[in-house]
């Protein structure tokens, strides 16, 4: 099992570009989540999703679009970067049970904007 | 205020020392706890969950009270790899996840 990936490890954006966000996970998990990380912060919630098809907002969506068409991917797509999207972005994954088990998370995307 | 809310921190012990490190959450509705650790902004890895009946893992204890809404972590003998930030994680049964700020630990020979 490669667990949870996430591509790409780094990317410098122009304000204003637009770019997605690629994490997939093979291990069958129905829930995935978003989260950003800001420095010396912990982690916010961006988005997630229990199941295909289904996805809720988090904490921080503003700016933010996710689509979940099947169990294994769940991109984050930025439309317009702005510099305060400048970050570290986890993809995480649990084989949920009312929230009781572990998330497993990707080793993280650092988007800078300028 | 914040939904979770952890010791602010640094914490800076000695080899050794026991430390412990407390979590507060607001919303009544959560269902699940758990303790997360995480090294030089990479990502977050499980260190324990935490039930209401208190556990121990090694040097590790987790407490929970619901009716304070409270969560603490212990750590005993405290070793050079303990450390890292330790990210307190609230989940209600929605799947919806919250986590505090972190309590970042540096233990010094």
């Known amino acids: 099992n490669a667990g949870v990936t996430q591509t790409p490890k780094f990317r410098i954006l122009k304000i204003g570009q637009s770019m997605t966000l690629q994490c997939a996970q093979d291990?069958?998990?129905?829930?995935m989540y978003w989260y950003r990380q800001d420095p010396g912060m912990g982690l916010k919630l961006i988005y997630y999703?229990?199941?295909?098809?289904?996805?809720d907002k988090g904490e921080v969506p503003n700016g933010y679009n996710v689509s979940r068409s099947t169990t294994e991917d769940f991109p984050l797509r930025l439309e317009l970067a702005a510099p305060s999207q400048t970050s570290v972005y986890f993809c995480?994954?649990?084989?949920?049970?009312?929230?009781?088990?572990?998330?497993?998370f990707g080793p993280g995307t650092r988007l800078t904007v300028l | 205020r914040k939904e979770v809310e952890q010791d602010p921190g640094p914490f800076n012990v000695p080899e050794g020392a026991t430390v412990a490190f407390n979590c507060t959450y607001s919303?009544?509705?959560?269902?699940?706890f758990f303790w997360y650790r995480q090294d030089c902004r990479k990502e977050p890895k499980l260190l324990m969950s935490?039930?209401?009946s208190g556990n121990e893992d090694g040097r590790f204890t987790a407490q929970l009270n619901r009716a304070s809404q409270y969560i603490s972590l212990l750590i005993r003998d405290s070793k050079l790899s303990d450390s890292a930030t330790y990210l307190c994680?609230?989940?209600?049964?929605?799947?919806?996840?919250?986590f505090g700020d972190g309590t970042t630990l540096t233990v010094k020979p």
């Open positions: 291990m069958n998990h129905n829930y």
């Open positions: 994680v609230v989940n209600t049964n929605a799947g919806k996840s919250t």
């Open positions: 999703s229990v199941g295909a098809g289904i996805t």
């Open positions: 919303n009544s509705a959560s269902q699940s």
């Open positions: 935490v039930y209401s």
């Open positions: 995480a994954s649990t084989y949920d049970q009312g929230g009781t088990d572990t998330q497993y």
